[in-house]
């Protein structure tokens, strides 16, 4: 039987005596469904940039719940916003949901913004769902975890699935933190969708051999002209998809559309511990990596399908 992953199961703000934002730790899944409360606005950016929640529409779900706590607790506003801006730099999400409270940080407010962004999830899942193809790759995680409830690129393979148009997903395992096999496979395991997880190097082959008829990703940042920041790994899978004439998609809500950013060279990438690649050498471990455009066959919002030339498009 599928099991819909509950928006408050995965960020919620608790009030009373003792407020509080509550996430669902994904550092913990798929062995364990463990939360984390934080008391202040500084606990839940530490969550954030420690990775207790991530995915774009989710830290911004969870900064802006982290605002609301803020004003609950009585800190100071605009040392809450900084702290919480500064946690991770690369998903637009995150300083979209605080400015979006800027002038109401209230529980409601921050309440209001999670519902809409699960809306436009759904929204945008039903636009892409009939692109996807019968035997789509999906790279990290873009599901429910990662946007607060539904999912973006996951919420359009659940679509697809239910439509009778999906015939398994193809999951990279997404290294050095392993969040397609960790935790995409165990959202579609609990949607009931038959996948597959495979190594990052196994894309090449696979779309070689014909296994592969799409590539469906979410997104943290997309610029004004369409250049795309997703996890590190995805340009790869561009080329890669490029060469074999394959369609890539990407699924995602305005709110990571950035259009004051006019390029995909101006979106900061952020470089994590060198020891989630390895404890004993040298290493280097940027997050993300940026797509251009002309790879990029199509970018879907809870506004429909945008195709090139993008920086018309998304605009509009």
């Not at 509950?6 to 364990?32: H, K, M, N």
Request: proline share 6%; glycine share 8%; aromatic share 4%.
């Amino acid at each position: 039987m599928s099991r819909e992953l509950e928006p408050a199961r995965i960020v919620r703000l608790e009030e009373g005596d003792d407020p509080r934002v509550v996430l669902l730790d994904q550092r913990r899944l798929p062995e364990e469904e463990v939360d984390v409360s934080c008391r202040s606005a500084a606990e839940v950016a530490a969550a954030i940039r420690d990775m207790v929640v991530r995915g774009a529409p989710a830290i911004g779900i969870a900064a802006a719940y982290g605002l609301g706590l803020a004003a609950l607790r009585g800190e100071d506003i605009a040392e809450a916003e900084r702290v919480l801006a500064a946690s991770r730099p690369t998903a637009v999400n995150l300083p979209w949901a605080l400015a979006q409270l800027r002038d109401d940080p209230t529980p409601a407010r921050a309440r209001g913004l999670h519902d809409d962004e699960v809306d436009r999830c759904r929204r945008m899942a039903t636009h892409a769902a009939e692109l996807v193809g019968r035997r789509p790759l999906t790279h990290c995680n873009a599901g429910g975890l990662a946007t607060g409830g539904y999912g973006s690129a996951v919420g359009a393979l659940r679509v697809a699935w239910e439509r009778g148009l999906v015939e398994r997903v193809l999951v990279d395992e997404t290294r050095p933190l392993l969040q397609g096999a960790r935790l995409t496979a165990w959202e579609l395991e609990q949607l009931g969708i038959p996948h597959a997880v495979i190594a990052d190097s196994a894309a090449a082959a696979m779309m070689a051999a014909g296994e592969v008829d799409s590539v469906v990703t979410g997104a943290d940042r997309i610029a004004a002209n369409g250049d795309t920041a997703n996890k590190i790994g995805t340009y790869s899978l561009a080329v890669l998809a490029h060469h074999h004439r394959i369609p890539l998609y990407v699924v995602a809500p305005t709110s990571t559309v950035d259009l004051a950013t006019p390029t995909g060279a101006a979106i900061p990438i952020e470089e994590r511990d060198p020891g989630e690649i390895t404890q004993r050498f040298a290493a280097r471990n940027p997050a993300f990596d940026v797509t251009p455009a002309e790879l990029i066959a199509a970018i879907v919002t809870e506004h429909g399908v945008h195709r090139p030339p993008f920086v018309q498009t998304l605009a509009a």
